[in-house]
Each structure stands twice: as structure tokens, then as C-alpha cells.
């Protein structure tokens, strides 16, 4: 039922502890795709381990290109009705994929998302994720303006994507999971959520991550989103554009 996509790159200290709470799941059909973005480090062969252990957990090597294109390769080789993806320096709750599915199934809905623990060592953060509303207009400020904006808490149907046309921007790795939530609604796609935190997300491993660090790069793939956000925001939303124009100044600064 489920496709958890998981970009894989020099996460080797915490490969294992999100493996070990996906094996955990008290939902059984479910198939994890460990997708090695040319790491450099021993997280190719701890994936090898790891899928020699479980058979739902599939390997894939393929050169470093990046999270956004790495996300996409794994959209293109999943197989479940629904996808979700998940960090390498994360973990979930015994039940994260099996509430979700059961609220996407009872509610139909094409999307479904929920709640967020940031742990931050001995401090941990309650982050509640639910929307003001669930009209277009509403989710899609909320997902710039209020919301954690990653892919690791929405559970979404596969099949809006193939029907629509919708991928992440190749070589895109700033603001790429917003341009596809984006697409997600334009699309059409209705929402819903479960009042409940299930995810883990560690604010404190591989902190030199590339959506942690700032660099002249990270500035010109700033813009490039911002170019991306302006085509596909409809009339209306100049304030997300502003703000996020703020954001890489202030990066830039």
C-alpha cells in the first residue's frame, strides 16, 4: 500500500535507527526504497545490510545528484498505492505509516499529514501541523507561511503525481519539496490530517546537511525557486513571494 522513500547520502551514524523504526511498523504492506546518492562514506554497504535483512527494503546506488533528484528517482521506482518519504537522520513512531493510511482511506483524501516532534538532544518540540483550513487558498499559504514544508510528514497519493504530470525540479535543491507541494495543490489534491506527532525530525544530526549550510550556491539555487514559485503561484500570493525573497537575503547577508 505504501512506498517510503528514503535519499541516502553519508547518513551512516543514523541509517539504522530510521530503518529499525520502519521495520517496527505495525503496518505490514509497505515497501522501503533506500536510494544511495553516492555516498562517500559506509551508508552504500549499510544499506546492502539492511535490505539483506528485510525484503521490503529495496537498495538503489546511483552517482550524487542531489536530494531533489534523488526524491524524484525514488517516485519513479516505487510501487505503492501511496508515497512518503523519509530522511536518513530521522526516525518514526511504530504507527506513523499505518494511521496515516487508515485516515487516507476512511477521509479519501489525496493527501494526509501529521504531526512533528523536533528533537533537539534532551529538548523536544511539540510542532502541530494542522492547517486552518483545507481549501486550496488556505493549504497553500499555510504550507509557506506556517507549516514544516518537507515531504517526511505527508503521506500522498502516487498516483497524483503520474496523472499530473508532477516531478521535482531536476538539479533543484533548495525549496524543491515546496514547488511539489505546490503542484500537489494546484492539482486539485484534497487534505487531511491526524492529530497526532509521528515523526521524529532530528535537528541535530548532519548538521552539515545542504538544507542546513549556507553557500554561494545554495544562494543561486534560492533564486532559482523563487523564479520556479513565481510561474506556479496563482494571482494573489505576493506575500509568499516577498517573503521568501527575504529569506535568501538574508542567507546571502
Excluded at 65 to 81: C, N
Excluded at 108 to 130: F, H
Aim: with cysteine.
Amino acid at each position: 500500500e505504501i512506498s517510503v522513500i528514503v535519499a541516502v547520502y553519508n547518513a551512516q551514524k543514523t541509517l539504522v535507527r530510521l530503518a529499525d523504526s520502519l521495520k517496527a511498523q505495525t503496518m505490514p504492506d509497505f515497501e522501503v526504497l533506500l536510494i544511495d546518492d553516492g555516498s562517500t562514506d559506509a551508508s552504500g554497504s549499510i544499506c546492502d545490510r539492511i535490505a539483506e535483512s528485510d525484503a521490503r527494503f529495496k537498495v538503489f546506488h546511483k552517482a550524487n545528484e542531489g536530494i531533489g533528484t534523488t526524491r524524484q528517482f525514488g517516485l519513479e521506482h516505487a510501487s505503492g498505492e501511496y508515497t512518503i518519504h523519509a530522511d536518513s537522520d530521522d526516525w518514526v513512531e511504530p504507527d506513523y505509516l499505518e494511521l496515516l493510511y487508515k485516515e487516507a482511506v476512511s477521509s479519501g483524501a489525496d493527501m494526509v499529514i501529521c504531526d512533528l516532534l523536533l528533537e533537539k538532544g534532551k529538548k523536544v518540540i511539540y510542532r502541530n501541523e494542522k492547517p486552518r483550513a483545507f481549501d486550496r487558498e488556505t493549504l497553500i499559504d499555510d504550507m509557506f507561511c506556517r507549516l514544516q514544508n518537507g515531504p517526511c510528514n505527508k503521506l500522498v497519493r502516487r498516483s497524483l503525481y503520474t496523472d499530473n504530470n508532477i516531478s521535482y525540479p531536476q538539479g533543484l535543491n533548495y525549496g524543491e519539496d515546496q514547488l511539489v507541494n505546490l503542484k500537489l495543490l494546484m492539482a486539485g489534491a484534497s487534505v487531511s490530517y491526524v492529530p497526532k506527532a509521528l515523526y521524529h525530525y532530528d535537528c541535530i544530526s548532519n548538521l552539515d546537511s545542504a538544507s542546513r549550510g549556507v553557500s554561494p550556491q545554495k544562494i543561486l539555487q534560492g533564486e532559482r525557486f523563487v523564479s520556479e514559485l513565481r510561474e506556479l503561484l496563482p494571482q494573489g500570493y505576493d506575500n509568499i513571494i516577498d517573503n521568501q525573497l527575504l529569506i535568501i537575503a538574508y542567507l546571502a547577508i
